[in-house]
């Protein structure tokens, strides 16, 4: 099994960071392939709303999307990070997901049917305040809008209260990621939490 990362925080270090390569190495334990982006060392710019897409052949925008696009399609599985900004995902995370509409079609249904559909996928958000339910309205429509896109949803997983501390102090949460990760490598993945 090939699983890709995405950190949409710009930070290469920071919670999300941290929180997306405990699933990793969960899975990478369990004898997955990995590999992690960091958009805070791409440049990945917004979709240009040019529908060349639908035309031709792919994203004819010329950024770091090319090699992800090209990951995305060979892998099996991607684990999508984002910090919550603002009581929603990053700008990073909002322009990764916009140039998504590359690989798919207008009817939000799997250009790449037989390939795609159904990619497993596992979210991951870390938030400074310590109570997720404030924010979980958002949580539910952003897990709705990636299942729309036809993302086989396998766990969403938010960890809470890194305001006061980082994230990675936190063992439980880590080994509930290292967890995930590896259910996820072992294709036995149950919705664990939220
Ligand atoms: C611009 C900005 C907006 C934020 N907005 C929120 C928010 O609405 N709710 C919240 O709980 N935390 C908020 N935070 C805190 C981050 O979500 C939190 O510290 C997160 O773990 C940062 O992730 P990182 O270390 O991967 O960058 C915000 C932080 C920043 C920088």
Redesign the pocket.
């Known amino acids: 099994m090939k699983i890709i990362g995405f950190n949409a925080?710009?930070?290469k270090s920071?919670?999300?960071?941290w929180a997306i390569g405990q699933i990793l190495e969960g899975a990478a334990e369990a004898g997955a392939g990995t590999r992690m982006f960091n958009s805070g060392e791409l440049n990945i710019n917004p979709c240009k709303g040019c529908l060349g897409c639908v035309k031709g052949d792919g994203c004819v925008v010329a950024d770091d999307m090319r090699p992800i696009y090209a990951e995305l399609k060979e892998s099996d599985a991607l684990v999508f990070g984002s910090?919550?900004?603002?009581?929603q995902m990053s700008g990073q995370a909002k322009v990764f997901t916009d140039r998504l509409f590359a690989q798919i079609t207008p009817r939000f249904s799997p250009r790449f049917k037989e390939e795609n559909a159904g990619k497993k996928l596992i979210l991951v958000f870390?938030?400074?305040?310590p109570d997720q339910s404030k924010?979980q309205a958002y949580y539910d429509y952003t897990k709705s809008m990636f299942q729309m896109l036809e993302f086989d949803v396998q766990d969403f997983i938010v960890?809470t209260g890194?305001?006061s501390g980082q994230?990675s102090d936190n063992i439980e949460l880590r080994d509930l990621l290292r967890e995930s990760g590896r259910k996820l490598a072992l294709g036995s993945t149950q919705l664990a939490v939220n």
């Open positions: 925080s710009p930070r920071g919670n999300t960071a910090p919550l900004y603002m009581a870390t938030q400074g305040n924010f960890a890194t305001r994230a």
